[in-house]
């Protein structure tokens, strides 16, 4: 059973920096594309950014330039370094990980910017 658990996240400011991880257990240790989405709130789940088995990443232009998807060498845990935060990026964060043509999802970790 695939299972995703993220975590860090919290509170910052706006123009602050904080980092969130997803763990992946369970499933294959390598050839899994994984990404983030967040849910702001009262609105729609959207992707964020997509890491894939061969390690290239992509983001949303909300996001480029300020917020950095990278994983782990063994390939089971992914993170999102965000900089530059805009009260806009307020959301639920939650990890997907996509093994054997299923979306897997984790719970979501909360960041909230305010000032």
């Known amino acids: 059973q695939v299972q995703l658990v993220e975590s860090g996240g919290g509170s910052a400011q706006p123009g602050g920096s904080l980092r969130i991880s997803c763990r992946m257990s369970?499933?294959?240790?390598?050839?899994?594309?994984m990404a983030w989405y967040r849910q702001p709130p009262g609105k729609q789940r959207d992707v964020v950014g997509t890491?894939?088995?061969?390690?290239?990443?992509n983001s949303v232009n909300d996001v480029k330039g300020r917020f950095t998807i990278s994983r782990s060498d063994d390939e089971n845990e992914i993170y999102l370094d965000m900089t530059e935060l805009k009260i806009e990026d307020t959301a639920t964060y939650y990890c997907?990980?996509?093994?054997?043509?299923?979306?897997?999802w984790g719970q979501g970790t909360r960041v909230t910017v305010s000032a």
């Open positions: 997907a990980a996509q093994v054997r043509s299923q979306l897997y």
């Open positions: 369970g499933g294959p240790t390598t050839g899994v594309t």
């Open positions: 890491i894939f088995p061969n390690g290239l990443t």
